[in-house]
């Protein structure tokens, strides 16, 4: 079964950045769609990215659009959540997940697999 590791999580200050990593542990990553969620306190969660599994296609959220990079490398199994100016309200818990059924459209994508979380807080 596969089993997903964030990593990465911290205190940042506003306006810095950092990149967090998602380790897979599926013989069968490289087939897989992944995606990145986050939730805020007193939040619902939020899809904040997603790639599909050659990588090609990239989704992100509008809140996020411009600021983050969804990226992979599917010989580390391994996917990257490149995070720059980062603004206050992106405090949350972060979360990677897997689509193993290669959902066509990023609207489609059946996330079975979820990491547990990494925290990330912004401080003004």
């Known amino acids: 079964q596969v089993q997903l590791q964030e990593s990465g999580g911290g205190l940042v200050q506003a306006g810095g950045s950092l990149r967090l990593s998602c380790a897979a542990s599926?013989?069968?990553?490289?087939?897989?769609?992944m995606g990145w969620f986050r939730q805020a306190p007193g939040k619902e969660r939020e899809s904040v990215a997603a790639?599909?599994?050659?990588?090609?296609?990239?989704y992100y959220g509008d809140s996020v659009k411009g600021r983050f990079t969804i990226s992979r490398d599917n010989a580390k199994n391994t996917v990257y959540l490149q995070m720059s100016s980062l603004k206050p309200e992106d405090t949350a818990v972060y979360y990677c997940?897997?689509?193993?059924?290669?959902?066509?459209?990023?609207?489609?994508?059946?996330?079975?697999?979820w990491g547990q979380g990494t925290q990330v807080t912004v401080s003004s």
């Open positions: 790639i599909s599994w050659s990588g090609v296609n990239r």
């Open positions: 997940a897997a689509d193993p059924f290669r959902g066509i459209t990023i609207a489609t994508f059946e996330y079975a697999y």
């Open positions: 599926g013989r069968t990553f490289s087939t897989y769609n």
